[in-house]
């Protein structure tokens, strides 16, 4: 057999993918999602304790990548170091699953800006349907026919969609009003509710632990150039990148996120459909709510094809490396492409949309109207978030066991700040553990697929675990389905 250069991706193409799965949806929602739950300065306070715990992991994997180059495969190869191949595995597979969940998210966004300048999506859901299908299998295309391409694709779309951020932050700097901040650590918050804006109480504290789902979930992504060093030509580029990418995103987060809030009051940018939009039409006028839009569209659709190569990458390592997925997964094209993990990814994707355009009554998921769906969206959103905290934690704690040996104290340091900051978002969204539990625990159908492959059972370890888990999973439906747990 020929072998193939797994090699491709350089410096740029590494930090595209990182700024690209990054930057995507939750930037530009970020006003409204954020303005609904907490005033200005809880959500500054927010973002502190998120830089922090994000700085903490950033610096464990660029750590890591530096400490640790042989170990290609991102967050499962840490996982499997730190703790074998049974943890290795499910956070291989929970990885996935959270990529899965914020593709979905993806494809509701580009349904929803799309539908703002052609109503008829909105009212036709099977053509929202097949607008999200086809933008998925022509990734599909562009991804198989090469990492190299879609790789420099990506860098492109990542330079395009930049550049109206960069025009709110002047616009936002230049037309800042500070007495829309006078009441910023105000315990009455605005928020939207059936359509219309009302007051509320709520604590600082609680403002602060509900800004974490929607702030992490827009950090989610950090990880792309670790996850994808199998294919980066230098392990030293992968540390770099990571350091280069957080400290881009979390200066555009932070301002973007906060200083709007400063131009347009929170009332108008809660009820809007395109909130930065809204910023920009507020002082230049229309056009700057069009080239706001073009950059959403270009934003949502970058990071789409990042989270695609990022969730594809993970069981294919896991397959080729370890075999600890069904070796099927292994299967790799001339083009250095996972063609069999990207293959069946994108086929669940495509059952899951079916599913959520099915039950919807308009092609917009996310429409305030059907509240139904629009819960299933924000679960989505706060699945992906929970999905991957294990292999954050796995990570970070392989920081602690190689710090400790090469007694690099510093790096303990950052990897207990990423521990403790994982665990603080965990019990600020308990209910969505639950089922996070459920996927877990159907992954003991590619561990036994796996270990068939192999002539080997399985432990007596792993019985009891995924027995725990089984009877959690079933406690979990059980309280979901009468109603204890909502989502």
Wanted: glycine residues 6%; hydrophobic residues 50%; contains cysteine.
């Amino acid at each position: 057999m020929e072998k193939t250069n797994n090699k491709v991706l350089g410096f740029f193409p590494l930090l595209a993918v990182v700024v690209g799965s990054v930057v995507g949806a939750g930037i530009f929602n970020s006003p409204r999602d954020l303005g609904n739950i907490a005033n200005p300065g809880p959500i500054l306070l927010g973002w502190l304790i998120t830089g922090i715990g994000v700085f903490s992991l950033v610096k464990v994997f660029q750590y890591l990548s530096n400490s640790r180059p042989e170990l290609e495969g991102g967050m499962y190869s840490y996982a499997k170091e730190a703790f074998g191949d049974f943890v290795g595995f499910n956070s291989g597979y929970g990885y996935w699953w959270s990529a899965l969940f914020g593709n979905l998210a993806y494809y509701v966004a580009i349904v929803k800006i799309l539908s703002i300048y052609f109503p008829v999506i909105e009212e036709n859901k099977l053509l929202a349907l097949g607008i999200a299908s086809l933008i998925l299998w022509s990734y599909h295309m562009l991804i198989v026919s090469g990492v190299r391409t879609a790789g420099i694709t990506n860098a492109i779309i990542t330079i395009i969609k930049v550049l109206p951020l960069f025009v709110v932050l002047i616009v936002a700097i230049t037309y800042f009003k500070p007495d829309l901040f006078s009441n910023m650590f105000s315990t009455t918050i605005k928020t939207l509710e059936d359509g219309q804006v009302v007051a509320r109480e709520s604590s600082i504290w609680n403002q602060i632990n509900s800004s974490f789902n929607t702030m992490l979930w827009t950090f989610i992504g950090i990880e792309g150039a670790v996850v994808l060093s199998n294919k980066a030509k230098s392990q030293k580029d992968v540390a770099k990148v990571t350091l280069l990418g957080f400290l881009i995103t979390i200066s555009i987060y932070v301002l973007v996120s906060t200083l709007s809030m400063g131009v347009v009051p929170v009332e108008e940018i809660l009820t809007s459909n395109s909130p930065l939009g809204t910023v920009l039409n507020k002082v230049i006028g229309k056009s700057g709510q069009y080239l706001l839009d073009f950059g959403f569209l270009f934003s949502v659709m970058g990071a789409l094809l990042s989270w695609l190569l990022l969730a594809a990458e993970i069981p294919y390592i896991a397959a080729s490396r370890d075999h600890v997925f069904p070796k099927s997964f292994a299967k790799q094209n001339k083009k250095v492409t996972p063609v069999f993990s990207l293959l069946i990814t994108n086929l669940i994707t495509q059952a899951v949309l079916i599913l959520l355009f099915t039950m919807s009554e308009t092609g917009r998921i996310d429409n305030s109207e059907n509240a139904i769906l629009q819960n299933i969206y924000f679960a989505v959103i706060s699945l992906a978030v929970i999905c991957i905290l294990i292999p954050y934690v796995s990570s970070a704690f392989l920081g602690i066991k190689t710090a400790y040996k090469e007694k690099k104290y510093s790096n303990i340091i950052f990897s207990v700040l990423g521990i403790i900051f994982c665990i603080w978002v965990f019990t600020a969204m308990w209910k969505y553990a639950t089922a996070a539990v459920i996927i877990y625990t159907s992954g003991i159908i590619v561990r036994y697929i796996a270990k068939k492959e192999k002539n080997q059972k399985f432990t007596r370890v792993e019985i009891a675990t995924y027995l725990v888990m089984l009877v959690l999973s079933i406690i979990s439906i059980y309280f979901v389905a009468n109603g204890s747990i909502v989502y």
